[in-house]
DNA sequence: AGAAAATATATGACTTGTCACGTATAATTT
DNA sequence: AAATTATACGTGACAAGTCATATATTTTCT
């Protein structure tokens, strides 16, 4: 084997700018970066988790449903919910009866508790989307979520799809 | 404990479409589709995990590096690459040797079998970014990346400073 | 009515990512 | 030179998310 190649300050520059308007990689980091955020806000509000909080805060705008309306609203895989809602039955932040026209479902319910719990985070939340709201304008979110909506169109589509594509440009 | 209340359709629809419009809730939703995407695409290539193509993509374009390199380009943990790493050796795409000049430095190096690994992930990788580029074109990659520049700002200021912010509007 | 298909939930196994903390080495200050 | 501080990496513990599969219940089809 040859000798170790040196590192080139220069090419690793050029690759992070590259790297820099990738979507593939800002994507996860955002995300991370927001989940960071989320947890530290949330560390001021009583200390829910992420999950515990939009659940909270569902459960609170729109009332009782089940797991399968909180995955949907929320946008995640129902099995999140599965495992997180029978601590927060624990905690006392939610009953879950089954349904009774339909005995596969849970229904979930927030329980005074719980809306102690979410009373107290939801200032905090809500400065924090203040904050975002001074930052970037209506009009600007309103061309993010356009932007979110295309890619998550373009993400589900089957790579199948994607991959037979004739890539014209 | 009063009776239960009753699922009401509307509200959830109503709560559906603000979430819809939250960044907060359509961030994690969008990382999480590319996510599963990236890994669709990389069963046609090889199946190498996320980490692995990115890391192998690095050391391709920049050529040797350190873990710590690859975490800033990446714009994820050190701690990540510290674990994907000696398994990426063992499968035989990398060799990893201490700095000669910084002892505390590990030096990633792309062998010829981890440039195969590339070579044969990168044209169906290569498909995907073009199939991106038929869905957006590079002026609205460009804003969508400002935004994620941006966003990324707001996500890193210190919660206190968001906290006490006279929240104007 | 009975069989087949669809749906709601639970659960094990896995990936990506964070943080905190420990250890070794390097750089800086006194 | 010695002591302090900073940096690079490794590792345990955790959170959020996916997928596949199993079970129970509904719905649909014959």
Redesign the interface.
């Known amino acids: 084997m040859s000798e170790?190649?040196?590192?080139?300050a220069k090419?690793?520059q050029?690759?992070?700018a590259?790297?820099?308007?990738?979507?593939?990689?800002?994507?996860?980091?955002?995300?991370?970066?927001?989940?960071?955020?989320?947890r530290?806000?949330l560390q001021?509000g009583g200390d829910l988790s992420i999950v515990e909080w939009?659940t909270l805060w569902?459960l609170h705008?729109?009332?009782?449903?089940?797991i399968r309306?909180l995955a949907?609203?929320?946008?995640?895989d129902h099995s999140l919910l599965s495992r997180a809602l029978p601590q927060m039955r624990d905690k006392g932040y939610v009953t879950m009866?089954r349904g009774?026209e339909d005995a596969r479902q849970i229904?979930v319910?927030l329980t005074e508790k719980g809306a102690d719990a979410y009373a107290k985070a939801a200032p905090?939340m809500a400065?924090?989307?203040?904050?975002?709201?001074?930052?970037?304008t209506d009009a600007?979110?309103?061309?993010?979520?356009g932007?979110?909506d295309?890619?998550?169109?373009?993400?589900?589509r089957p790579?199948e799809d994607?991959?037979q594509?004739e890539?014209?440009?």
């Open positions: 170790d190649a040196p590192i080139d090419r690793l050029k690759r992070r590259q790297e820099d308007s990738n979507i593939f990689v800002r994507l996860p980091a955002a995300y991370a970066a927001s989940r960071v955020q989320g530290r806000f001021h939009r569902d705008e729109a009332g009782p449903m089940t309306d949907n609203i929320q946008r995640t009866t009774l229904i319910t905090i400065r924090r989307r203040a904050a975002l709201r001074e930052e970037f600007e979110i309103a061309v993010f979520i932007f979110l295309r890619l998550d169109d373009f993400l589900r790579v994607l991959l594509m890539t014209v440009k």
